[in-house]
């Protein structure tokens, strides 16, 4: 069955430092990729909707110029944090569809 | 936009027993209803979803049932066992055939199956 990887499956930062994420369809080519936060004990929130080869669609209240996302191929999205700070600490997971979920990305920021 | 409501947020059942997880959604355009179960630290896991054109499905011990005319739908595992103890979330999306889904999920259910 089609698979989606993410990497790093974990990151600890400095406060004020960038992480990079990225999102890979392993077998398929996804022209969309959904980004979603979750904070522990609650539920996906969409962050963002990435599609090949055009600017992010982000939802309401989420800063794109912090979260900046590029989907410069079918294979690869990719989702940087800037300028990170204690509050941005959460799980991140990617998706390119109800079936496929990335296994997640756990950032801690310090 | 879809809102989605999700009760109850903590369910204990006995081994053996029958659980039930509600949901609601606001559009009634939303036209696909998945339902993820959820382990600590892991991806969610789509384990059954249901279409608006259907009522009920059911895949051995699980079932969810639709209504759209109330704009709810539910989940049903039946014969609960230990290892179903995580964290279920319902979806809801409308998405044109050919799209990728973009779901909204409700608020989750910590679903422990006590032995």
């Known amino acids: 069955g089609a698979v989606v990887s993410q990497h790093p499956s974990w990151v600890i930062c400095k406060s004020g430092t960038s992480v990079k994420i990225e999102c890979r369809s392993l077998d398929f080519q996804a022209t969309t990729m959904f980004w979603y936060r979750q904070f522990p004990k609650q539920s996906l929130m969409l962050m963002a909707t990435s599609n090949e080869g055009s600017k992010a669609t982000y939802e309401q209240g989420v800063e794109k110029d912090k979260f900046l996302i590029n989907h410069a191929s079918l294979t690869l999205s990719t989702l940087t944090v800037t300028s990170a700070h204690p509050e941005d600490s959460s799980f991140y997971i990617c998706?390119?569809?109800?079936?496929?979920f990335g296994p997640g990305t756990r950032l801690l920021v310090l | 936009g879809e809102n989605v409501e999700q009760h109850p947020s903590t369910l204990s059942v006995q081994e053996g027993d029958s659980a039930v997880i509600k949901c609601t959604y606001s559009?009634?355009?939303?036209?696909?209803f998945p339902w993820y179960k959820q382990e600590l630290g892991k991806r969610p896991q789509l384990i059954i979803d249901?279409?608006?054109?259907?009522g009920e499905k059911k895949d051995q011990r699980i079932a969810v049932t639709l209504n759209k005319t109330a704009k709810h739908f539910s989940l049903h595992i039946t014969e609960t066992q230990p290892e179903d103890s995580a964290v279920y979330f319902c979806?809801?999306?409308?998405?044109?055939?050919?799209?990728?889904?973009?779901?909204?999920f409700g608020s989750g259910t910590q679903l422990t199956v006590l032995p």
């Open positions: 998706s390119a569809g109800a079936q496929y």
């Open positions: 249901i279409r608006s054109n259907v």
């Open positions: 979806a809801a999306s409308k998405s044109s055939s050919g799209s990728a889904r973009q779901l909204t």
């Open positions: 559009d009634s355009a939303s036209n696909y």
